[in-house]
């Protein structure tokens, strides 16, 4: 599994960025995918899932009502469409193929994308 993230930037508190992570590979498709951020200074923590089909999302309870997570199934792309931006979001995000929605543990990364949000 290869996963290609991008979309990060600068962005002013209260605006919105869109994340992409283009997937490919055998068995992508066998996976849920997600989304994690690592501040600095953090460890690395979850931000979403969604599996392939759609339907039955995750949010960690910091991003709800804020991010959407959303798949092109077409495309092998996953999305993460943040909005209304604090400066806590500023962080690297990674995308991943994980293991379930009940257990999204990373199985594979793809490289991380730097989204910067200032106050």
């Known amino acids: 599994v290869q996963l290609q993230a991008s979309g990060g930037g600068l962005v002013q508190a209260g605006g919105s960025l869109r994340l992409s992570c283009a997937a490919s590979g055998r068995t992508f498709g066998y996976y849920v995918m997600g989304w994690f951020r690592q501040a600095p200074g953090k460890e690395r923590e979850f931000v979403a899932a969604i599996p392939w089909s759609g339907g039955n999302t995750r949010y960690a309870d910091s991003v709800k009502g804020r991010f959407t997570i959303s798949t092109d199934n077409a495309q092998n792309t996953v999305y993460l469409q943040m909005n209304s931006l604090k400066s806590e979001d500023t962080a690297v995000y990674y995308c991943?193929?994980?293991?379930?929605?009940?257990?999204?543990?990373?199985?594979?990364w793809g490289q991380g994308t730097l989204v910067t949000v200032s106050s």
């Open positions: 991943a193929a994980v293991r379930s929605i009940a257990q999204p543990i990373g199985r594979y």
